[in-house]
């Protein structure tokens, strides 16, 4: 359609300061999710790849490290032959004008993620969020870009960013990498509690 197109200065440009809200505070009644989902964004024929590096500037940006915790495009490893004969494998995106992104969603970023120079919108009904089922995500093997990606080790001391526990200090004695989940001890009320948290609940303490 004519309104797609659009060129690659536009899509390489970084967001204008005035096209997104200064602040992404939870406010009033917003919905917020309490743990990360994945869910599918649409993008330009062809420009999956420029979206997604513009998301990521738009996670830096507004520092939603916590809430936006990976970002996937599907390739698939094809063979192909040249005119000589001489066979190579080609890298190509195996689902072209989607990109996953596994988020603490929220009606607050809702905006921001859509505004992002090269994505459409969401995938779901009229353009809102509709998290992927545990089934899909299973079929999908999106998980398995995650597994090693825990930046955490038993008895580092973090800070609590999200949860009734928001706020405390703990210190992890256990990881369970494959689900992104930490078991922590956080002292309260005199006493020494084991609580389960997801690694996007908490933040490294600065050192």
Do not use: C
């Amino acid at each position: 359609m004519e309104e797609n197109k659009i060129t690659d200065n536009e899509l390489a440009k970084d967001l204008v300061a005035n096209d997104m809200p200064p602040e992404l505070n939870v406010a009033g009644n917003q919905r917020r999710d309490t743990e990360a989902r994945w869910y599918v964004l649409h993008t330009f024929n062809g420009y999956e790849t420029v979206a997604e590096d513009n998301l990521k500037k738009v996670v830096e940006k507004y520092h939603l490290e916590d809430r936006v915790l990976e970002i996937y495009i599907p390739t698939e490893d094809i063979m192909t032959e040249k005119k000589d004969g001489t066979k190579m494998i080609k890298t190509q995106h195996s689902m072209p004008t989607y990109i996953f992104v596994k988020m603490i969603y929220g009606d607050d970023i809702w905006h921001t993620i859509t505004r992002t120079r090269g994505i459409t919108g969401f995938v779901g009904p009229k353009g809102r969020p509709l998290p992927l089922s545990n089934t899909d995500v299973m079929k999908m093997r999106l998980e398995r870009k995650l597994n090693t990606k825990v930046a955490f080790e038993v008895d580092d001391v973090v800070n609590i960013i999200d949860g009734p526990l928001m706020g405390q200090t703990a210190r992890i004695t256990a990881i369970d990498a494959a689900n992104h989940k930490l078991t922590v001890v956080v002292n309260m009320f005199g006493r020494s509690n084991k609580v389960e948290l997801h690694t996007s609940q908490v933040k490294a303490l600065e050192k």
